[in-house]
């Protein structure tokens, strides 16, 4: 079992900046990929970034790609995700995953965070 609590999310301006954190226990933190999703009213959760085992592979959203930066600390057992030139269209509620293998992008990750809300306001 592993479990994720996602922290840092909170009420910012628009082109302002935001660093999410995802903490993990149980299972060995760097034997599983880390990603990061999102959830907007009304709109189905969507993949914004991923990053694999010991980091060295990180993986962006297309349309997000230039404002995001996914980083982990395998020592600390954490996750972060860094946004800057935050959007009013950016408030969601977002989510930490982890999975063992199989394709990042894909929402069946094997655990999940509780989410965690920014709200940009403009």
């Known amino acids: 079992q592993v479990q994720l609590v996602e922290s840092g999310g909170g009420l910012v301006q628009a082109g302002g900046s935001v660093r999410l954190s995802c903490a993990a226990s149980g299972r060995a933190f760097s034997s599983y990929y880390m990603g990061w999703f999102r959830q907007a009213p009304g709109k189905e959760r969507e993949f914004i970034a991923a990053?694999?085992?010991?980091?060295?592979?990180?993986y962006y959203a297309d349309s997000l790609k230039g404002r995001l930066t996914i980083s982990r600390d395998n020592a600390k057992n954490t996750g972060y995700l860094q946004m800057n030139s935050l959007k009013p269209e950016d408030t969601a509620v977002y989510y930490c995953?982890?999975?063992?293998?199989?394709?990042?992008?894909?929402?069946?990750?094997?655990?999940w965070g509780q989410g965690t809300q920014v709200t940009v306001s403009s």
């Open positions: 995953a982890a999975r063992w293998s199989g394709n990042y992008r894909s929402p069946d990750y094997n655990y």
């Open positions: 990053i694999s085992w010991g980091g060295s592979s990180t």
